[in-house]
Nanobody, 118 residues
Framework: QVQVVESGGGLVQAGEALTLSCTVS????????VQWYRQVPGKERELVAR???????YVKPSVRGRFAIDRDNDQNVVHLQMTGLIPEDTAVYLC????????????WGRGTQVTVSS
């Protein structure tokens, strides 16, 4: 069974950095479109970053320059590198594999909590 697992969240102070990881047990991130979303209670889930099968990257403009996404094929992991964190970045961060292996299915992890204190 293919499962998406996020890790790396935690409680940090404003200005600090975190790196989130998205791995796929029983599957692969290689050549798949991987997206990081974040969810705040009462607000819509928003796309933060994407790396597609051809390694073309997208980062939400409001976090560009602070956040970056990369893929390590050897380690079968996609990272979301976050620097200069601010309290408004507090959210549950979720990893999504869009149209996994061209199956028509989107796969989601359970998320990892990021809390930024002021």
């Amino acid at each position: 069974q293919v499962q998406v697992v996020e890790s790396g969240g935690g409680l940090v102070q404003a200005g600090e950095a975190l790196t989130l990881s998205c791995t796929v047990s029983g599957g692969t991130v290689v050549f798949n479109t991987v997206q990081w979303y974040r969810q705040v209670p009462g607000k819509e889930r928003e796309l933060v970053a994407r790396i597609d099968g051809g390694n073309i990257e997208y980062v939400k403009p409001s976090v560009r320059g602070r956040f970056a996404i990369d893929r390590d094929n050897d380690q079968n992991v996609v990272h979301l590198q976050m620097t200069g964190l601010i309290p408004e970045d507090t959210a549950v961060y979720l990893c999504n594999l869009r149209n996994y292996e061209n199956s028509g299915r989107d796969l989601w992890g359970r998320g990892t909590q990021v809390t930024v204190s002021s």
